[in-house]
């Protein structure tokens, strides 16, 4: 019987190495590109970097650096490379080959709901985005929906809603995203639902939505899950957070399990610092069982035993102790200068993508789009960077 390579999807790969599945992966782009970005488990699992061009020009030697018997997922950056591979390695005796539909971007891609709270009310669900580190999130209450900082992997929500017997009325935003393309602008021209955005970030955009109001509580329905508006400037001016029924914080890039929002982003550290150590002293005052509900996240340690992404704001503060203990400004300025480093230089143009001020096309927002996120401010994770 001839074997031949097969073709799967994100959600396969992801599925397989969250059931601690015996495979290697092996990724055939140029060592720069894995470096920058590659897959990652919430459990080890083997993952080697065997360029496409080395299978080409050196076949044999190449082959030779994959485990002979094992079970073999090839990723490339947008398929065709790790397809090429695949039958190398067909043709030299492996048996259980496969190769990533779409390369390395629909890993990037991938969105995994997570069910955070269900009752008979409403529900919370978090969009755990592997390839970049994010979390966005749903909120179900009577059959209609809130989006909070959607990927621009829209026809995932659309989906995810009709699924659950769902339409989108509203979509929010956390703040002007520098790390990602946002999807709430597209979101809002295909469904008709609303936009909302904080002025201190959109004021210049040039897209439909509508303004936030600090303190305003949105509610679909009558009798639905209430969503309480803060701003909590600091990461960015308009920076925005958002709390459900005064049980879960959705905490954009201002509160993080591990560290917090880094002020540094826009090029005035300082000033936006100052505003950050305002809002972190004011949120230190709220109800620590709040449960937290993060934007991003640094590695897959910060998950629970059910993979979410929550912690209450007491164990928040704890785990950070060594932030939360700093009262003064100057040591919270001096802090955030001996963390500052460099942001990505895609940063800025993804601002002006989710401004409106610039719309590449799809191929250029794929590769702008890809990579994890560098929006934390701590040594802890520059070291993870």
């Known amino acids: 019987m001839s074997v031949t390579p097969f073709l799967y999807q994100a959600k396969d790969l992801f599925g397989w190495l969250v059931d601690r599945e015996d495979l290697v992966i092996v990724d055939v782009r140029n060592s720069k590109d894995f470096a920058r970005f590659q897959v990652e488990s919430p459990y080890p699992f083997e993952l080697i970097n065997v360029s496409y061009y080395d299978f080409m020009e050196q076949e044999e030697s190449s082959v030779a650096l994959v485990p002979k018997?094992?079970?073999i997922r090839i990723v490339?950056?947008?398929?065709?490379?790790?397809?090429y591979v695949a039958e190398i390695l067909v043709k030299n005796?492996?048996?259980?080959?496969?190769?990533?539909?779409?390369?390395i971007k629909s890993w990037g891609n991938l969105l995994v709901p997570m069910e955070i709270y269900a009752d008979k009310d409403y529900q919370i669900y978090q969009f755990v985005r592997p390839g970049k580190a994010s979390c966005s999130y749903g909120?179900?209450?009577r059959g209609e929906m809130m989006l909070f900082d959607p990927s621009r992997n829209i026809d995932f929500y659309l989906d995810f809603a009709a699924a659950h017997g769902a339409t989108i009325r509203k979509t929010f935003e956390t703040h002007l995203q520098a790390d990602y393309i946002s999807g709430s602008r597209i979101i809002s021209e295909r469904t008709g639902a609303e936009f909302w955005a904080n002025e201190g970030d959109f004021k210049g955009a040039k897209t439909s939505h509508h303004p936030l109001v600090d303190g305003a509580v949105h509610q679909l329905s009558a009798d639905g899950a209430q969503v309480r508006v803060v701003f909590t400037p600091g990461h960015t001016p308009g920076s925005t957070s958002y709390v459900i029924n005064e049980r879960f914080f959705i905490s954009g890039d201002t509160v993080f399990i591990q560290s917090i929002g880094r002020p540094d982003l826009g090029g005035k550290a300082v000033e936006w610092?100052?505003?950050?150590f305002q809002t972190i002293t004011g949120i230190k005052q709220w109800n620590p069982e709040l449960v937290v509900l993060p934007a991003h996240y640094i590695d897959w340690q910060e998950a629970d035993k059910q993979l979410h992404f929550c912690l209450t704001l007491a164990e928040v503060m704890k785990r950070n102790q060594?932030?939360?203990a700093i009262d003064q400004l100057a040591d919270f300025i001096a802090f955030i200068e001996q963390n500052m480093r460099s942001q990505p230089p895609e940063y800025r143009?993804?601002?002006?993508?989710?401004?409106?001020?610039?719309?590449?096309?799809?191929?250029?927002?794929?590769?702008?789009?890809l990579g994890k996120n560098e929006c934390a401010a701590s040594a802890y994770a520059a070291a993870h960077a």
Do not use: H, M, W
Not at 93 to 103: C, E, I, R, S
Not at 273 to 276: D, G, I, P, S, T
């Open 69 to 71: 018997g094992r079970r």
């Open 93 to 103: 005796g492996f048996t259980d080959v496969g190769y990533l539909a779409g390369g």
């Open 139 to 141: 909120l179900i209450s």
């Open 349 to 369: 143009t993804i601002r002006l993508v989710n401004g409106n001020l610039e719309q590449p096309d799809d191929e250029q927002q794929e590769v702008l789009d």
């Open 76 to 83: 490339c950056a947008k398929e065709g490379s790790a397809k």
């Open 322 to 324: 060594a932030i939360y």
């Open 273 to 276: 610092a100052e505003l950050l």
